[in-house]
C-alpha cells in the first residue's frame, strides 16, 4: 500500500510525535484507524450497489432479448384471425 522503508515511516512518527506530543498521539492513531474502517466499509458498500445494479441491469437485458426471442418463435395460431374479428365487430357497431 505504502511504498515507504523503515526509515521513513520511523521519521513520519518522530514528527508526529513532536507536533502532537504523547499524550494526543495514541488518541489520533485510534481515531485514524476508525476513519479507515469506516472509508473501507463506506467504499465496499459502494461497490456492492454498483454490482447490484449491473447484475440487475444484466438480467433485465438477458429478460428483455429472451422476450424478444421468444416473441420471434412461438406464434399463436388464430390470433390474427381473433384480432381482425374484434376489429370487424368495432368497425361493425361504428358503422351501426
Known amino acids: ?5 523503515s526509515g521513513e515511516l520511523a521519521l513520519i512518527f518522530l514528527l508526529m510525535l513532536l507536533v502532537f506530543g504523547p499524550e494526543r498521539l495514541p488518541g489520533l492513531a485510534r481515531n485514524f484507524g476508525k476513519l479507515v474502517r469506516r472509508s473501507r466499509i463506506l467504499v465496499q458498500s459502494v461497490w456492492n450497489q454498483l454490482e447490484d445494479e449491473i447484475d440487475r441491469s444484466e438480467k433485465a ?3 428483455k432479448t429472451a422476450a424478444a426471442e421468444l416473441g420471434r418463435q412461438v406464434q399463436v395460431p388464430g390470433s390474427d384471425r381473433q384480432a381482425r374479428s374484434a376489429e370487424n365487430v368495432t368497425n361493425d357497431d361504428a358503422q351501426a
Open 1 to 5: 500500500m505504502f511504498s515507504g522503508s
Open 61 to 63: 437485458q438477458r429478460n
